[in-house]
């Protein structure tokens, strides 16, 4: 492939990394607020997530309520911590931290922001939230037992999902960048063919 087709590629792609980075630094501020304390625990609302998986010794499960979590309204966690070999339920601590899963946050790292420090109730972490803005979000639960470090994440979404997301972005900047080189490509090719016959011109006139 020419040179001058690759740097336009580059070109291309840079400027729509950088498109990217600015809409989604415009969107990103105010992260979460503080937990709120608003949300009944006897609520029949479904969960938006259950998980459950195996680390360690330890078999967690965890659920989001309510079903789906909107910007500005409270929300909580279930964090269940349970011995694989059917012994007493973990009683110490869960630590809950939060990060914004957007193109910005990918580029940079964004560093997770804590939601709270958690003891057992009654078996159960229990762990309220809140946030300010429409988003994916990446939680992660983390907690010491027997000398040994546990951690594990799940995603949730905050508001309706966008109509165009980060891949339909993506496609879009690479289906412009093929588009940006085919042209490239076939002005150089009618550029070849002009001066081609250009320069025959001048043979037979000479």
Not at 12 to 19: E, F, K, Q
Not at 30 to 46: M, V
């Amino acid at each position: 492939m020419p040179k001058s087709a690759i740097s336009t590629i580059t070109a291309v792609a840079l400027g729509s990394v950088l498109w990217l980075v600015m809409v989604q630094a415009t969107a990103a501020h105010h992260i979460l607020g503080r937990p709120a304390y608003g949300l009944n625990e006897d609520s029949n609302t479904p969960s938006s997530i259950q998980g459950e998986e195996v680390i360690g010794d330890y078999l967690i499960t965890f659920m989001v309520f309510p079903a789906f979590p909107k910007p500005g309204e409270p929300g909580r966690i279930h964090f269940y911590v349970k011995p694989v070999d059917g012994g007493a339920p973990f009683q110490g601590k869960v630590a809950f931290k939060v990060r914004e899963e957007s193109a910005i946050s990918w580029l940079t790292g964004g560093d997770p922001v804590e939601l709270g420090v958690q003891p057992a109730d009654d078996n159960v972490f229990r762990q309220r939230f809140q946030f300010h803005e429409a988003g994916d979000y990446l939680v992660s639960a983390q907690f010491e037992a027997g000398g040994k470090p546990y951690h594990i994440e799940f995603s949730l979404r905050v508001g309706a999902p966008p109509v165009i997301g980060l891949s339909e972005i993506l496609w879009g900047v690479l289906i412009a960048a093929i588009v940006v080189v085919s042209v490239v490509q076939r002005r150089r090719a009618m550029t070849g063919k002009i001066r081609g016959a250009h320069d025959k011109g001048a043979e037979k006139r000479a």
